[in-house]
């Protein structure tokens, strides 16, 4: 539970500081004299830089191990938060946004965690819980940024240097947790990777090998899509819900904050709701059921932003931004209930990789309908609704072999369609031999709860290892 803790906790400080300028946007625009289409790319770019840190934080996770991972990143990116207080332009402003964004690749860690430490049963709510928590940030920053500009106005400072002072706050919380998730922190349930390595309990891989597992691997790419509209979309509302209340119904600052703040807070219980769904629904209809509830919440997500962008009315807009949150944070919980079932060899690259799609579709959805005057906000709540109901059709094409999909039954094949050969497949004949595959068999085993209780699926042939590993 000390891991649990450390990861969730790291996430949420790096989300804290990535969108520490979003509810402060009414008084940083004053000072720096920026235009909205500034403030767009600034918004774009704060996301944008994970996309490439959460691709090399896959690649760490699964040759180095998380926690140094984790620990270096929110350690290096700790000066970074503090150069917001010196910037003096909008080019500064948006070079500052994209290097704190790096940090957000923290999640990468944060999911290979879970996914390593508890069982594949509740593999969807540890997920949904520790990822819900620590994206709960980007709500409690929107509280947090306020109340500490606030505090520090009143103490004497002038407003435009009261903001800058309150970005001290989120950069010595990076330094904090850098240094206690590197001293108290542990790899997996066994020990540290490093040190495992050497005992040789667990395998080195080479790069190029779990890098060609996951690229290969189709499923890596729809759920690549499927997080660009889910996690992708609620990156983009942290970046705009503010300030679209702020000026669409002519509240004060402190007012929006706080409603927007319910949207990153509701992820208190919204995406461990999802990943606990996902796991109730394998429980009874297997892994399709995991692949129907992720539908079913990701839709229900876009319907709710459809109706936040065509609200003309404050309470109307506060009751469509609840649902709209809970429907897009639960949908990221579903689909981290399903991603630890991809790929056991190259969990950390794949999870990067979906999580870089996150980013991705943040960024393109803030480009597109946020960066330009053309389009007003409201619209582009709107249209980024619509992309939400049709980018997650795809998931009707999810299929797994042993398990099924959506609408299709498990393979006929008795022997190809099991958990052992789907898992121990990434392994040649030389390395099972020397028995470096028993961690993906261990899994695989216990990865036979996705067939459900109703659902028929893949038979265990008669030679196939123990119900119990």
Not at 433 to 456: D, T, Y
Request: glycine residues 10%.
């Amino acid at each position: 539970m000390r891991t649990f803790h450390l990861s969730w906790i790291s996430f949420f400080t790096c989300f804290v500081s990535t969108f520490a300028a979003a509810p402060l946007v009414p008084i940083i625009r004053d000072d720096l004299n920026l235009t909205k289409n500034d403030i767009g790319n600034a918004g774009v770019a704060s996301v944008s830089g994970s996309i490439f840190s959460r691709l090399a934080m896959g690649a760490i996770c699964d040759l180095l191990g998380p926690r140094y991972g984790c620990a270096f990143l929110i350690m290096l990116s700790a000066p970074t938060v503090f150069c917001m207080s010196f910037v003096i332009d909008a080019a500064g402003y948006i070079a500052v946004r994209f290097l704190i964004g790096f940090s957000l690749a923290t999640f990468v860690s944060c999911q290979y965690w879970m996914s390593t430490m508890f069982n594949s049963r509740i593999i969807g709510l540890a997920n949904g819980t520790a990822a819900g928590w620590g994206n709960m940030g980007g709500g409690a920053t929107q509280l947090i940024m306020p109340l500490v500009y606030e505090l520090i106005r009143r103490a004497g400072a002038t407003p435009f240097t009261a903001w800058r002072i309150a970005f001290f706050i989120p950069g010595w919380l990076h330094v904090i947790m850098g240094i206690l998730v590197l001293t108290l922190g542990q790899d997996l349930p066994d020990g540290n990777l490093g040190a495992l390595q050497k005992k040789g309990d667990v395998a080195r891989d080479k790069f190029s090998k779990v890098l060609w597992y996951a690229i290969k691997n189709y499923r890596t790419w729809v759920f690549a899509l499927l997080y660009g509209y889910s996690m992708g979309v609620e990156l983009t509302t942290d970046n705009v819900i503010a300030e679209y209340f702020y000026d669409r119904f002519n509240l004060k600052l402190h007012t929006a904050g706080i409603i927007a703040a319910s949207f990153g807070m509701a992820n208190l219980v919204a995406r461990p709701f999802g990943g606990y769904a996902s796991d109730v629904a394998a429980r009874l209809f297997g892994m399709r059921g995991r692949l129907c509830t992720l539908w079913i919440l990701q839709t229900l997500g876009g319907v709710f932003c459809i109706w936040l962008g065509r609200a003309n009315s404050l309470p109307i807009a506060i009751l469509a931004v609840i649902l709209f949150s809970i429907g897009a944070q639960a949908a990221c919980g579903a689909t981290f209930g399903i991603i630890p079932f991809i790929s056991r060899n190259s969990l950390g690259i794949i999870s990067g990789l979906i999580g870089a799609g996150g980013n991705f579709g943040s960024g393109l959805t803030q480009l597109v309908f946020f960066s330009t005057s053309k389009v007003s906000t409201a619209t582009g709540l709107s249209l980024m609704g619509v992309m939400i109901v049709g980018c997650t059709l795809p998931v009707s094409l999810v299929h797994f072999p042993q398990w099924g999909s959506m609408f299709l039954p498990p393979s006929k094949d008795v022997n190809k369609s099991t958990e052992e050969f789907y898992y121990t497949s990434e392994w040649n004949e030389e390395e099972r031999q020397k028995g470096l595959h028993q961690q993906s068999l261990k899994f695989a085993v216990n990865s036979r709860c996705e067939r459900g209780k109703r659902v028929a699926s893949a038979p265990t042939p008669p030679n196939a290892t123990p119900n119990h590993v």
